[in-house]
């Protein structure tokens, strides 16, 4: 449900003006999630009202909205009926989402609420129990197929954390996504608010490692990738 919501952003959907909304918890607990406070989140929710007041008053500004969290998609029912109530003011609408429900995204993807989907792909699939917690490994791999057969924009990405990824780790998530439309590869930028300090570093990645990474997808024909700043 909404916990907050960022007015103006130029950077959340490709191309548009949009505004972004914050889904407060996750069934996630990766150690360098940079919105620890929506992880398991204890304050009170925002009345939606405030943030469709907002939209109404800014139309013709505001192109799209972005929802992402923590994990939207944890609450069905009310992220079903907020997309609604954007498309009905026909705004453009994107999803970021960790694929740990694929069930929802395809619904709400037949539904024709969705212009598009960035998945965050933490780590190597053998890899997810350690990193994030979350060890139903096919309910991962079944969004990362939902999303490769759709017809909306979409993108996978991962953000790399020194600590817990090799350049091995990401070469084989390119591998997986490799007939995928985008795979955007984004650095670790510490803030205190990180989830574990002590698992994921204090530290900013350092770009010579990105690029290593590029360097060999690219020799690998990997075409897809790209390098992104932070998520």
């Known amino acids: 449900m909404l916990v907050d919501f960022m007015k103006i952003s130029t950077v959340d959907y490709p191309k548009k003006i949009a505004a972004t909304c914050f889904f407060g918890g996750c069934n996630f607990s990766c ?21 469709f007041e907002y939209l109404d008053k800014r139309k013709g500004i505001v192109d799209a909205v972005c929802i ?30 960790n694929g740990s429900r694929p ?47 759709s017809n909306i924009d979409y993108e996978f990405r991962t953000t790399v954390n020194k600590n817990l990824h090799t350049v091995e780790d ?29 698992i994921s570093g204090n530290k900013d990645l350092e770009m010579e490692y990105l690029q290593e990474i590029y360097n060999r997808a690219k020799q690998e024909g990997i075409d897809n990738i790209k390098i992104g700043g932070k998520v």
């Open 31 to 51: 150690p360098f999630c940079y919105n620890s406070q929506l992880v398991n989140f204890k304050g009170s929710f925002m009345d939606d009202s405030i943030f």
């Open 103 to 149: 069930e929802v995204l395809q619904r709400l993807l037949d539904a024709g609420l969705l212009d598009y989907v960035a998945m965050d792909v933490k780590a190597p699939l053998e890899k997810y129990p350690q990193i994030t917690g979350f060890s139903d490994i096919d309910k991962i791999k079944k969004s990362v197929e939902i999303l490769k057969n």
């Open 170 to 198: 990401i070469l084989n998530i390119a591998r997986l996504l490799k007939d995928s439309r985008l795979y955007v590869i984004k650095p670790y930028k510490y803030t205190p608010e990180v989830l574990d300090e002590k």
């Open 68 to 97: 992402t969290g923590g994990e939207p998609t944890l609450n069905e029912e009310y992220l079903t009926e907020f997309i609604k109530k954007i498309k009905n003011r026909s705004l453009l609408v994107k999803l970021d989402t």
